[in-house]
């Protein structure tokens, strides 16, 4: 089956390239089922660094595995790197590179619109029971998801989130979708399951399982801040993610700081690098601060689009392909 999506600058239609679609599908459902020991072991940290190496540090691993045919067929853009492309040699290189996201990720001027974390594939959602946007315990279990971090549960507990999914061809950088002060920052430990949409229909909410970084940012600190209250920021590991590394820069990537409470995060700049391959970032905000916009809201229930997470979840669920810096939501009832 294939998995489409919706092109957020034109409005059209795409099919995802999924890479090592096969593979995960038996993963997923033949050894899943019959050798629950074996998935069990594949979904640990080490043997998905293991499998990262294979696949983009070893010499043979991309021709074995089949990633150049993959890197060459998914379009990567190399002039918007700072790298020049004679010096991006490895698969690695190139999923880990630097962008001059100042000239070719644009963002918005408006100090109370929230941005997309990262180059994704977006979807939208609210867990609030009584809302259109409504999605109850399917990508993840909200208080599992904060590690039942009990304050963190309560203070947004019936908010909405967004689910930025990262395929293996995007820019691996996250950068910050709001602007405040760290609360708190945690890790959260767990397996590593594969963010492909159809790995991610056949486990019961996996964002919720995997190791995950958490970091809660008050917004409401002043003329800086986006005022409105507190997000938090989960970055998801995957299946081949060996690490999820905090790299915080005030001023493009220049001296990188690691996550600490009391540090005043910019809305726009980079906070963190995924080593590689695909992954995800949920984005949690309290319960009525902010509005998604519109085109996002539209695009999630387009009946045409041929998604897995709405035939897996049994009700339209259809991802944006997003650009990071973009606008992903504004303050609830804010003119602009």
Known sequence: MTHQYVERASGSIATEKLFADRILKFLYSEVRESAPALFELVTQKRTSQLLAMANFDLPLGPALLGNSRFLRSCGIDLKECIAPPEELRTPRQIFERQIRY?????????????????DSRIVIGSLDSHRLLFVKNKFFDYEELLGFAGPWCEAFRNGDFSISR????KYHYTHMPVAGIV?????????????????????????????????????NCGSEGTGIGLTAIIEVGALMIGEILQCYSDVRYA????????????????????????????????????????DLVLNLYRHEVNSRFSHGFLQPLVETDVKVRSALARAKGDPS
């Not at 990262?166 to 061809?169: A, E, F, I, M, V």
């Not at 590593?192 to 996996?206: Q, R």
Request: glycine content about 6%; charged content about 25%; aromatic content about 8%.
């Open 255 to 294: 001296n990188s700081q690691k996550m600490c409470k009391g540090r005043f995060l910019r809305k726009g700049s980079p906070k963190s690098l995924f080593r590689p391959g695909s992954s995800a970032v949920v984005v949690l905000f309290q319960k009525d601060a902010i509005e998604f916009e519109p």
């Open 183 to 219: 609360k708190d920052f945690y890790e959260v430990p767990g397996e590593l399951h594969s963010c492909n949409p159809g790995a991610v229909v056949e486990v019961v909410t996996p964002y919720s399982k995997n190791r995950r970084s958490v970091t809660i940012v008050d917004t």
């Open 166 to 169: 990262l395929t293996p061809d």
């Open 102 to 118: 100042w000239e070719c990720r644009p963002m918005p001027d408006d100090s109370r619109t929230t941005v997309c974390p990262a």
